[in-house]
């Protein structure tokens, strides 16, 4: 198995850049690797003899730029480059990278783009601190109305490295070529949309110096958590893998409990029960076979239905409904220290007073599964929370807060653990975009965690299981179908 996949910021990124320099690598030794992994990228999009354009920026995506263009030639490419700015104002190992270019250098504003097989975007990097406009935000507009395939050097110049958003206007990429590692950019929406594919290319960064300068972001894939991942043996039986409870809504809010019920069985609890109000009882009886169903009149009823210790799973939330009760039931799950999923109703009636919340999760494993209108009203009223721009501080924030992994959901969810680890998804599909979804990803959490698998790997391996098996059913999608593909998930993961 791989090692989990490094994500790392900019910032990051720059002083593993530096440690590299400090351990023996010169500078310009790291550019001159980052251009050719710049060449090697193009050749691959464009026949020998084509024309490539090349447009560099002031800084050292403009090095980068330089070091390629100059390789392009002597692979036998027609290669047209231009700068933004001042030749003559280039400092550091971009002044050295273009000292090593021996054609003509033309301006940005005026690079012919429309005679291009090729543009390759070295404008800027993850360095960029302000938004595109002026002559930046022309060139840009002009490459984006090519119509031409654009590779992105490090990352699409205009995308924030950290956040992933927009600054003014930014490259649309067909492809990106990165170094050493991902940036959140990479992962997040719209910068996900606007890198297209993303190679990562080794310039000699060593995974201890990333580790040392990261270690704490990562792509949500199996390598993250496939060893905790519950697999049987031969002596296995249903009363080791755990019992999952799903407590479920009123007489005409009863699916989206058996919803996560289905989906908590299929990732492996041996035993799942869903707890019906007992007006409930009847519709719920009517659809359950294997899950087990037992009446449970309000907080009072999951007390006592909790005395039994073998239930150590717990899912709270799906149609619940908004209100005191649904605090109560929530107050009672802490104090017996279940593991615990937290959704919909659950987060919703604790609108304005998340202070309730503040760290009592912290002596049980939880999970909490906002999308991004649940999170905004549950931490209405913290703008330290809410305020930053970068998805995955907010999603931090919130699990230091509260001491739960926190979930937030979307195209790129981002999932954060309280010791600050965190992973963005990537794997997702829209079609996942229809009723009981969320419901579906519930169940799948809380099973894993009745099996015993930490609150952050199983919060990570249900987020992309369920993405997974969203994306093999494609079109006409519906909630239903979501557990029945899981068994398929699985079977490979676990072969």
């Known amino acids: 198995m791989p090692a989990p996949e490094l994500v790392l910021t900019p910032s990051e990124m720059k002083q593993a850049d530096l440690d590299a320099i400090a351990k023996g690598i010169p500078g310009i030794e790291l550019m ?5 992994a710049v060449a090697d990228s193009a050749e691959k999009l464009v026949s020998k003899g084509g024309r490539i354009v090349i447009v ?13 263009a100059a390789l392009l030639v002597e692979r036998g490419y027609r290669v047209s480059l231009s700068l933004l700015g001042d030749l003559n104002r280039l400092t550091g190992d971009a002044a050295d990278a273009a000292r090593g270019w021996k054609g003509e250098v033309g301006a940005a504003e005026t690079a012919p783009f429309h005679e291009a097989d090729l543009i390759v975007d070295a404008l800027f990097g993850t360095g960029l601190s ?6 930046a935000g022309h060139v840009v507009d002009r490459m984006n109305g090519s119509g031409k395939p654009i590779l992105a050097v490090d990352l699409p110049s205009g995308i924030d490295g950290d956040t992933g958003g927009v600054r003014g206007i930014a490259v649309k990429a067909a492809r990106t070529v990165t170094f050493a590692a991902r940036k959140p950019c990479h992962l997040l929406m719209p910068g996900r949309a606007l890198s ?12 201890e110096i990333l580790e040392a300068k990261g270690g704490e972001l990562f792509a949500n894939n199996p390598a993250l958590w496939l060893h905790a991942l519950p697999k049987p043996g031969l002596s296995s039986h249903k009363y080791e893998r755990g019992h999952t409870l799903v407590v479920s809504g009123g007489a005409t809010r009863t699916g989206a409990a058996r919803l996560a019920a289905r989906a908590a069985l299929r990732i492996g609890s041996g ?9 409930a009882i009847g519709v719920n009886a009517a659809h359950l076979t294997a899950i087990m169903l037992k009446g449970c009149d309000g907080p009072e009823g999951l007390h006592n239905i909790l005395q039994d210790p073998r239930l150590n799973a717990l899912v709270l939330g799906p149609a619940l409904g908004v209100h005191a009760g649904t605090r109560a039931m929530v107050a009672v799950a802490v104090q017996t220290r279940r593991s615990l999923v937290l959704d919909a109703d659950a987060l919703t009636s604790f609108e304005g007073l998340v202070s309730e919340l503040h760290g009592v999760f912290r002596h049980a494993p939880t999970v909490l599964t906002p999308h991004g209108g649940e999170f905004s009203r549950l931490f ?33 969810t981002v999932i954060a653990a309280p010791d600050g680890r965190a992973a963005i998804n990537e794997n997702g599909t829209p ?3 229809t009723a009981g979804s969320g419901d579906t990803l519930c169940g799948l959490i809380a099973g894993l965690m009745a099996q015993n698998v930490p609150a952050f790997e199983a919060a990570c391996a249900g987020a992309w299981i369920h993405a997974e098996a969203g994306a093999s059913f494609g079109p006409g999608l519906i909630s239903e179908d979501l557990a029945d593909l899981v068994p398929s998930v699985l079977r490979t993961l676990l072969k």
């Open 431 to 433: 079609y996942l975009a």
């Open 271 to 279: 035993l799942v029960t869903v707890a019906s109000p007992p007006e």
């Open 32 to 36: 001159r690797r980052a251009g050719r």
């Open 196 to 207: 297209g594919p993303v190679a990562v290319a080794d310039i000699g960064i060593g995974r």
């Open 130 to 135: 302000r938004d595109l406009d002026g002559a």
């Open 56 to 68: 560099a920026g002031p800084g050292q995506n403009g090095g980068d730029g330089f070091i390629a």
């Open 380 to 412: 209405k009223g913290h703008p330290d929370i809410l305020d930053p721009e970068s998805k995955i501080e907010r999603a931090r924030r919130a699990a230091a807060y509260t001491g739960a992994v926190v979930l937030l959901k979307g195209s790129d």
